[in-house]
């Protein structure tokens, strides 16, 4: 089973879960665990990625689309980043998408029994088989942590989280992907970021980190609940719906919800129910 962590991200892939990354107490890990619904069973993957590997992290954000992984900034060297990274499930290769050459730095395991970590050579890992230079186009989002970032389909919505300078962000962001054509050797080509935040029809949220961001399933929606803001804990709701190239921000009334908090669970259910804990 993975080792005991903190600032993880997790994400639903059909009939799998997979969790990346994350603090432990010795520091940062890098490892990706798979967790099967059928057999009830982890299976650690670390050892077989290859291609260029994230380096360890925590505070990240994670989202799968398309049988791929898409893992964006987080936390790690002593700063905030906004690196972008992409995990084809099938082979296990990581493909770097920028905005800068990746850095060199050692990969973690948590495979060994005692469930401490290892830095493993950075030679274990087989040759990149892609160029180190950034593959998706667009300003990139500046460098966070505590995000929210979800999968509209086969859009990728990046909102919120806080930057070195610890101020909470409220900005909005998008990234249109596409399946990959028959003259195209990579789903990028001709893909960009979209800063969305001024498209965005107001009321927008307050800027907040650590946050319970959500994508309906049914609807072109994504739900943002509580958070860490400029002024401390919130218990607010907000409806984003993206059914039109103006995204509209909608605070949603409730009724005896619960108190402020930040880093909680929060999950959609049905496209009717929310679950805070």
Same mark, same amino acid.
């Given at each position: 089973?993975?080792?005991?962590?903190s600032?993880?991200?997790?994400?639903?892939?059909?009939?799998?879960?997979?969790?990346?990354?994350g603090?432990s107490?010795?520091?940062?890990?890098?490892?990706l665990?798979?967790?099967?619904?059928?057999?009830?069973?982890w299976?650690?993957?670390?050892?077989?990625?290859?291609?260029?590997?994230?380096?360890?992290?925590?505070?990240?954000?994670?989202?799968?689309?398309?049988?791929?992984?898409?893992?964006?900034?987080?936390?790690?060297?002593?700063?905030?980043?906004?690196?972008?990274y992409?995990?084809?499930?099938?082979?296990?290769?990581?493909?770097?998408?920028?905005?800068?050459?990746?850095?060199?730095?050692?990969?973690?395991?948590t495979s060994?029994?005692?469930?401490?970590?290892?830095?493993?050579?950075?030679?274990?890992?087989?040759?990149?088989?892609?160029?180190?230079?950034?593959?998706?186009?667009?300003?990139?989002?500046?460098?966070?942590?505590?995000?929210?970032?979800?999968?509209?389909?086969?859009?990728?919505?990046?909102?919120?989280?806080?930057?070195?300078?610890?101020k =909470?962000?409220g900005?909005?962001?998008?990234l =249109?992907?596409?399946?990959?054509?028959?003259n195209?050797?990579? =789903?990028?080509?001709?893909?960009?970021?979209?800063n969305a935040?001024s498209?965005?029809?107001? =009321?927008?949220?307050?800027?907040?980190?650590?946050?319970?961001?959500?994508?309906?399933q049914?609807?072109?929606?994504?739900?943002?609940?509580?958070?860490?803001?400029d002024?401390?804990?919130?218990?607010?709701?907000?409806?984003?719906?993206?059914?039109?190239?103006?995204?509209?921000?909608r605070?949603?009334p409730?009724?005896?919800?619960?108190?402020?908090?930040?880093?909680?669970?929060?999950?959609?259910?049905?496209?009717?129910?929310?679950?805070v804990?």
């Amino acid at each position: 089973n993975p080792q005991a962590r903190s600032y993880t991200s997790m994400v639903a892939n059909g009939s799998k879960f997979f969790l990346f990354a994350g603090f432990s107490g010795p520091g940062k890990l890098n490892d990706l665990h798979k967790f099967d619904y059928d057999r009830l069973a982890w299976t650690e993957l670390t050892s077989y990625m290859n291609g260029n590997v994230p380096a360890a992290r925590d505070s990240h954000g994670l989202v799968a689309i398309d049988g791929r992984l898409y893992v964006f900034g987080g936390y790690y060297a002593e700063a905030c980043q906004n690196d972008l990274y992409s995990l084809d499930l099938a082979s296990l290769n990581w493909t770097f998408l920028g905005p800068a050459p990746p850095p060199s730095v050692a990969r973690t395991s948590t495979s060994n029994a005692t469930n401490t970590s290892a830095v493993i050579p950075r030679s274990f890992f087989r040759t990149p088989t892609v160029n180190i230079t950034a593959a998706v186009g667009g300003v990139f989002p500046a460098a966070r942590r505590g995000m929210g970032m979800v999968a509209l389909g086969r859009q990728l919505v990046l909102y919120g989280g806080v930057g070195d300078n610890g101020k =909470p962000l409220g900005d909005l962001y998008t990234l =249109p992907l596409r399946a990959v054509a028959s003259n195209q050797t990579s =789903p990028w080509t001709g893909v960009s970021w979209v800063n969305a935040t001024s498209l965005a029809r107001v =009321p927008a949220p307050p800027a907040r980190a650590w946050f319970g961001m959500m994508a309906a399933q049914t609807s072109p929606s994504i739900y943002v609940f509580g958070g860490l803001g400029d002024g401390g804990c919130l218990s607010d709701l907000y409806q984003l719906n993206m059914s039109s190239t103006r995204p509209a921000w909608r605070k949603i009334p409730q009724s005896g919800g619960p108190p402020p908090r930040f880093g909680a669970g929060v999950v959609l259910s049905g496209d009717a129910f929310i679950f805070v804990f």
